[in-house]
């Protein structure tokens, strides 16, 4: 990359969008770096869904300004999105349960060979190079996914959009229905990826997985944005009381 360091990845500045006369969305402006998550915060209801589909192509601002690498884009549908290397991680996977992890990697784009058939050895050999460096510990490559753990689909699933050249992520509660041991699965997966130098912004409630998967939370509430706070400067308390009061401590950023 050519930009200046200081250059977002992803900058969503000042977006609005109503639905009827609720603002869902109300002057919202937050941003995103190459290596870093963002948390989006808020309670049910707060706009976050909402102020991401403008970002993954599901809604179309009213106003406002989508900038990739300080570049001013026009989103328009989820094509847009992924041609500009944005992927969705939805919480309900979009797997196809009956087929295995490679099938699932290249569904809608399959390796064809030069002959014109679908190329399943490049494609199981892809899938294992591309889990073998995301998680380690993946070894079932000749199941249906219906076999595999939430924590095992998820890393399918993010296995696919880095393997298609993702630089920003957007997850949904990527941890909701996983136990301890998944969810640590997935922080450390979320952890290679910013390695990777990919910007993840992460919807997340469980505030123990915001202090610890987060480097920045944006907290949302009725549609407005409360503030961005540097994880590492606040307490789990005062991001909570920003969620529930609406309110900045003192000491945020
Ligand atoms: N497609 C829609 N049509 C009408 N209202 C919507 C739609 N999507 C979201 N809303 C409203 O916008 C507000 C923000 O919702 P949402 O972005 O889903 O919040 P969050 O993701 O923080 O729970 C809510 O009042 C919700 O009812
Ligand atoms: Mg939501």
Do not use: W
């Amino acid at each position: 990359m050519t930009q200046k360091p200081e250059t977002p990845l992803v900058e969503l500045r000042n977006i609005s969008i109503a639905f009827g006369g609720i603002k869902a969305v109300d002057h919202v402006t937050v941003d995103l770096h190459a290596g870093e998550v963002v948390g989006l915060l808020g309670h049910n209801g707060a706009g976050k869904s909402t102020l991401i589909k403008c970002l993954s192509g599901a809604y179309k601002a009213d106003s406002g300004e989508v900038l990739i690498d300080g570049k001013k884009v026009e989103i328009n549908n989820p094509r847009d999105a992924r041609a500009l290397n944005i992927e969705t991680i939805y919480q309900t996977l979009a797997l196809a349960d009956n087929l295995d992890a490679a099938s699932n990697l290249f569904l809608g784009r399959e390796i064809i060979t030069a002959a014109g058939f679908v190329d399943d050895a490049k494609m199981e050999a892809e899938t294992r190079k591309i889990m073998h460096r995301l998680n380690p510990n993946f070894k079932k490559f000749n199941v249906p996914v219906s076999a595999l753990s939430g924590g095992q689909r998820q890393s399918v699933a993010i296995a696919r959009a880095v393997y298609f050249n993702a630089r920003i992520l957007i997850m949904d509660e990527p941890t909701a229905a996983l136990g301890p041991h998944e969810t640590q699965m997935v922080a450390e997966l979320i952890e290679e990826l910013k390695k990777q130098g990919l910007g993840i912004f992460l919807i997340e409630h469980d505030i123990h997985n915001v202090m610890k998967l987060c480097d920045r939370a944006s907290v949302m509430k009725n549609g407005q944005l409360v503030g961005t706070v540097n994880v590492n400067e606040v307490t789990d308390e005062d991001i909570l009381s920003m969620i529930i009061l609406g309110k900045q401590p003192d000491k945020a950023a």
